[in-house]
C-alpha cells in the first residue's frame, strides 16, 4: 500500500460512471438476516400487495437470502414474491430454491418469462434448469433461448450430470497463445459484462488445446505488450470432460484450485468447473457416504412423494430382513441351551449392539478415509493393525465389564466368564470386517458406503450370537 | 476475445522476463500421477542417493504429489526426500503431509530449517504448524520467525482454531476508500510478491474499518484516477473474528465464496478466508458427523496412539453397554413367556435389526438435513409426516413378510400376527424417534450427530422388544 503506484493511462472508451464530488459517509456493509420475523413482514406484505415496499425490502436482500425466503413461504405468496423479480436476480433465485417450489414455477411462470430468465444465467446453470423441467416445458423453453445460450444448453445436456462435463460451464476468457498481455485485458474486459466472476485468463493454440494459463493478478504485473506465450503459465491442472465428479472435488481439494479447466480427449478447452460447484458436490458425496451407510441414498431428499421414498428403502431392509433372520436360525438352532437358561437371551442384545457398534466405527473411519483420499487401498494392513490394538483395549475393558454384570447377575462364575468372553470375540471380529469389508469392496470395485453399514451390522450380529451360543452351550456340557 | 484491444502504457520500473523470440512448440500440460510404480522408483534413487536425478523429478512434480509422495515412503525415505527441496516448496508441501510425518520432520529439522520454510509460508498455515509442535520446538522456532510473521502468527495464535479467526490469513490486500483505482493496481503488484492468490481488493476507512471491496476483474474495467470508493462493490459479506468455522462455512456455500474478510467486533478487517481452507473445514465437518453417529469423533483420524482412539470410543461404548443391559432386564422379566415359545426368541434380532435401521435411516436423513441447512428446525412437522407416511408403506410390507414367515415357520397363525404387528409397531416408533430427536437435541442445543447413531439404535431395541414381548405375553394368555 505504501509503494509508489504506476501511472496507467486508460483507453476512454470503456463506459464509467460519474466520479461524484460528494463526501460520503461510509458505513460497514451489514447483512440482513432471513429470521423468522422477516419471514411473517413478507408474508404480511404479500397479503396486503404492498409492492413497492416489497421491491424496496428485495432490493436490500441477496438472491440466497432471496431464495431462502421463498424456500420459507407458502408457494402462492412465494410465487408472488418471485413474479417481482427481474430476470437478472430472478436467474440467480431459481437456482437456489428448494426443488418442489421451482416445480410449481415452471408450471406457473410460462415459457417466455423461463426462457429470460435462463438466457441470464450461466450455461451449467441454465442446463441443470432446463433438465429438471416437465420434458413438454423443457422443449418450449429450449426453443424460445437466445441462439448462443440454445446451442450452449444442448451440448451440456449431452454430458452425464455427475461427469466434469455435466458441472462445466462453457464461459471463460481464453486467447491465443501469440496474442499480446494487452489482449487477454481487453478479453476480460468484454467477457465482465456477462460472467460475475473471472479469476483466469485461459491460452489455446491455433487448435483451441489448452496451453497455459493466466491469473488476473499476474495480468496486472506484465507489461501489455508481451506476448502471453512468454508470461503465462504452463503448469495448469485439466481435468477430461468425462472425468467423474468425485474425482473432480479430489482435484479441487488436493490442488486448492479456484477453477478447472475442462478439455476434451485432445486437450481442447471446452469449459470450466468453478469451487462454488465442487462446495455442492463435497456435501452431496458426503452426504451420500452417510445415506449409504445407512441403507438409502442420496437422492430420496430430492423425491417428495413417500412411495418413492419406501421404494428405494425396502430392498435394502427386506435383504436386512433375511440376513437377521438368519441369526434367528442359529438361535432356534440353539433352544435347547437357551432353554435351560433363559438368562443367556438377556445377554445377545448386548453382545450384538457393541460388537454391532465396534464394527461400525472401523467402517465410518475406513469408508470415510477411503472417500476422502486420506486412506489409500494399499495402506490396509497398518490400518487394520491400529484398529486392532485399539479394539483391543477396549474389547478387554468391555469383556471385564459384562463378564462381572453376568456373573454377579446369574450368580454363576462361569456364565460370567462366557459372556464376557464372547464379548470380547465378536468385537475382535466385528473390527476385522469393519475395516476389511470396505477395503474388500473398493478392491472389487464396489462403493465402500453401500456394502459397510447395517448390512455389516446384521452379519456381526449373526457372528457374535453364533459365538455366543456356541461357548454357551460348552459351558453346558461342562457343567 | 474478437474485441479491439485497448493499448494500456506500462510504467517499466517492473521486472520483466525476456520476450524470447524462439518459436517453441507449446504442448498441453501432463499431470503425473504419484502411483506405486513412481513411489518405487524414487525409494531405489533415495536407496542410491542419485540427489540430481531426484532434483530433477521433483521439479516435475506439484506440491501435493510431492506430499504425496512423502506420505506414501518410509520416514527415513521421506526425511531424505524433503531435505532436497527448498524453503518455498517445503513450506508448500509440509501443510500437505500427514501429521505423523510432519511430527518426525520436527524432531530432526532444527529451528533454523523450521523458521525458514516457516517465514515463506502464509500466516494461517505458519500458524497451523506452530500450534502443533511440540511446546519446546515452537517456542525456539517462534523466536527464530522473521518479526512480521512472529507478530501475526503470536496474534493469530490467540483465537480458537475452530473459528473465523483461527483460519484466517493476515495477508490481504487493502487500501483506503479515497485511494485511487491506480493505488489499488499498484497494491496488488506490490502483494503479488508474497501472495499466492489474489482475488480482491479491500477498501477500508481511515479507522480500518471494512467498507467496500472490488475485485480484480473490475480493476481492470475502470479508470486508474478514479476514485475507488466510486467504483468498489458496497455489499459486502463479512464475518466476525469468533463466528464458529461450521458458520462460516455455511456462508462460503451460500453466498458461493471464494474469499471473506474477517472483521473485529468494530468492523475493523483483520484478516481473510479463502475457498480452499474451507474446502477442508466442510469435509471435516461432514466427516464428523459421520464418526459422531457411529459413536467416534473426527479428531480420531489425527490420533495415532490405540490408546488414544480406546479412550475416545470407551465412554460411548460403555454407555451403549449399560443402556443394551436394559434391552436384557426386559427380556428377563418376560423369561415365562420366552421359555414356553423360545421360537420367539429367534425374531427378537429381526425386530431389532430392522427397526434400528429403520430409525437410523430416518435419523441420518434430519441430521444431515440440519447440519448442512437443507432442513429447518421449524419444518420438523412436514418432515415427520413425510417420513411417517414412507415408513408406513414399508413397514406394512416388512410386517406382512416376516408375519407370513414367522406364521409358517412357527405353524401357529396367531405367531405370525404378533410378530408381524410387533414390526409394524416398532418400525413405526423407530421413524418417529429417528426423526424426532434430532430435531430436539439441536432445539435444546445439543449436537443432533451426537444423539442420534448408536444410542438412539440401542433406545429402538429397547422398545421393538418390549412391544414384541407385551404381544407374545397377552398372545399366551389368549391361547
Chains 1, 2 share one sequence.
Request: a negative charge; proline letters at 3%; charged letters at 20%.
Amino acid at each position: 500500500m505504501e509503494e509508489q503506484f504506476n501511472e496507467i493511462e486508460n483507453n476512454h472508451d470503456i463506459p464509467e460512471q460519474e466520479d461524484t464530488e460528494k463526501i460520503e459517509i461510509l458505513s460497514p456493509p451489514m447483512l440482513i438476516e432471513v429470521d423468522e420475523e422477516l419471514i411473517q413482514e413478507f408474508s404480511e406484505l404479500i397479503r396486503l400487495k404492498s409492492v413497492s415496499v416489497l421491491a424496496n425490502l428485495l432490493y436490500d436482500l441477496y438472491p440466497a437470502d432471496i431464495a431462502h425466503l421463498i424456500n420459507r413461504l407458502s408457494s402462492e405468496e412465494g410465487e408472488y414474491l418471485f413474479n417481482l423479480l427481474d430476470a437478472e436476480i430472478g436467474g440467480e433465485v431459481i437456482t437456489m430454491l428448494d426443488e418442489a417450489q421451482r416445480a410449481s414455477l415452471y408450471e406457473i411462470l410460462g415459457k417466455h418469462r423461463l426462457s429470460s430468465i435462463i438466457n441470464k444465467l450461466d450455461s451449467d446453470d441454465a442446463t441443470d434448469l432446463v433438465s429438471e423441467m416437465p420434458a413438454q416445458i423443457a422443449e418450449q423453453v429450449l426453443e424460445s433461448l437466445d441462439k448462443p445460450t440454445q446451442s450452449e444448453v444442448q451440448e451440456l445436456l449431452q454430458y452425464e450430470p455427475t461427469s466434469a462435463g455435466g458441472l462445466m460451464a462453457k464461459e471463460f476468457v481464453a486467447v491465443f497463445a501469440n496474442d499480446t498481455v494487452n489482449r487477454a485485458i481487453a478479453a476480460v474486459r468484454k467477457a465482465s459484462k456477462t460472467m460475475k466472476e473471472i479469476y483466469n485468463v485461459f491460452i489455446v493454440d491455433e487448435t483451441g488445446k489448452l496451453v497455459g494459463d493466466l491469473r488476473l493478478k499476474d495480468i496486472l504485473l506484465h507489461s501489455p505488450q508481451k506476448k502471453v506465450r512468454n508470461v503465462m503459465n504452463r503448469d495448469v491442472i485439466t481435468a477430461n470432460v468425462f472425468l467423474d465428479q468425485e474425482e473432480v472435488a479430489r482435484l479441487f481439494k488436493k490442488y486448492d484450485l479456484v477453477i478447472l479447466p475442462i478439455v476434451a480427449g485432445d486437450g481442447t478447452l471446452v469449459g470450466t468447473i468453478s469451487h462454488d460447484d465442487i462446495v455442492d458436490v463435497m456435501e452431496e458425496e458426503a452426504s451420500e457416504d452417510m445415506y449409504k451407510m445407512a441403507g438409502s441414498d442420496a437422492a430420496e431428499i430430492e423425491k417428495k412423494s413417500p412411495l418413492e421414498i419406501a421404494k428405494m428403502r425396502l430392498p435394502f431392509l427386506l435383504a436386512s430382513m433375511a440376513l437377521s433372520l438368519c441369526t434367528g436360525i442359529v438361535i432356534s438352532m440353539y433352544n435347547q441351551t437357551l432353554s435351560r437358561l433363559i438368562i443367556l437371551a438377556s445377554f445377545m442384545p448386548v453382545i450384538s449392539a457393541i460388537s454391532g457398534n465396534t464394527g461400525l466405527q472401523a467402517a465410518v473411519i475406513m469408508v470415510r478415509g477411503l472417500s476422502t483420499g486420506h486412506i489409500a487401498v494399499a495402506d490396509w494392513k497398518k490400518k487394520w493393525w491400529q484398529e486392532m490394538r485399539a479394539v483391543w483395549t477396549m474389547a478387554i475393558v468391555c469383556g471385564v465389564v459384562l463378564g462381572l454384570v453376568a456373573g454377579i447377575w446369574s450368580q454363576h462364575l462361569m456364565i460370567g466368564v462366557v459372556v464376557g468372553s464372547s464379548m470380547f470375540l465378536s468385537m475382535s471380529t466385528a473390527a476385522t470386517m469393519g475395516t476389511l469389508i470396505p477395503v474388500l469392496s473398493k478392491k472389487l470395485g464396489f462403493d465402500p458406503a453401500a456394502t459397510a453399514g447395517p448390512f455389516e451390522t446384521t452379519f456381526q450380529d449373526i457372528i457374535g450370537v453364533s459365538i455366543f451360543l456356541t461357548l454357551s452351550t460348552l459351558l453346558l456340557r461342562l457343567v
